[in-house]
């Protein structure tokens, strides 16, 4: 399978276009479900969505839907990995409530932690259920080598793909996680359109992800309302560059 989708889906901006004219906010995400597949959760990461949202986000969408959930920043950030596990404990209690619509957990670290933490990061780790796969987005060059992968690869853990770095995926392929991120300096990301046209981009990074769909895993992509500055084309675009793959919309 390959999921493609948005980082985030709750856009004012996107009404009359991506939503119908005078969609409400609680309807946006039914909306979104009926043109992609998947979407990444950002809200997630500032706070623990109560068993409620979850049930309504999950309600809102198909049974194939896909939902990448960012674990909340109390963990990720906490300094030197020295989180409360109580909050980890919350965390997946409530997204336990997605069943079987819970994509990758994505952990986005910060770029002050170093790979000197790895023994932090593996008692991280061992706190998540086998079943659950997990997106591992290193923010400092300390994590890129081979020791560390020797210690990941015991995980069900893939290293987020970023357009803006060449990070090696063969190295964990428990599944493929890639985000597709901007410059926030040239797009403002809230005029629900394009800003920077992105298309010979997205034809290179649709030839990186043909190359990986024969390894019979799944795939996750997510585009940045800073890519080009309207997401939804961008998805619609790699779609089209993958269009002689089969998607389950």
């Known amino acids: 399978m390959i999921y493609l989708g948005t980082m985030g ?34 809200y997630t990461f500032y706070r623990i969505p109560s068993k409620t949202s979850v049930l309504e986000w999950g309600s809102s969408v198909p049974n194939d839907f ?6 909340h920043r109390d963990i990720t950030h906490a300094k030197n990995l020295l989180f409360d596990d109580s909050k980890l404990v919350v965390f997946l209690e409530r997204i336990k409530f997605f069943e079987n619509k819970l994509g990758p957990i994505l952990l986005q670290f910060p770029p002050w932690l170093k790979s000197d ?10 706190q998540f259920p086998n079943n659950i796969q997990l ?59 394009i800003e920077i046209n992105k298309r010979q981009e997205i034809v290179e990074l649709s030839s990186i992800l043909l190359s990986l ?37």
């Open 9 to 42: 889906w709750s856009y004012p901006f996107w009404v009359g276009k991506l939503y119908p004219c005078y969609s409400k906010q609680q309807d946006y995400l039914k909306y979104y479900s009926r043109e992609f597949n998947s979407v990444e959760i950002d």
């Open 66 to 71: 896909q939902f990448s959930v960012k674990m």
């Open 117 to 126: 933490k790895i023994h932090e990061l593996e008692r991280l780790l061992t």
């Open 135 to 193: 997106a591992l987005e290193f923010r400092n060059g300390s994590w890129l080598n081979d020791s560390v992968y020797s210690i990941l690869q015991n995980y069900p853990v893939s290293l987020v793909g970023i357009n803006k770095k060449n990070y090696s995926l063969g190295k964990l392929s428990k599944f493929f996680y890639f985000r597709f991120e901007g410059d926030r300096k040239l797009v403002n990301g809230e005029k629900g359109e």
């Open 213 to 249: 769909i024969n390894c019979g895993k799944n795939v996750y992509g997510y585009f940045s309302k800073y890519f080009s500055g309207y997401p939804p084309s961008d998805v619609y675009e790699m779609k089209n560059q993958l269009k002689n793959i089969e998607f389950y919309l």
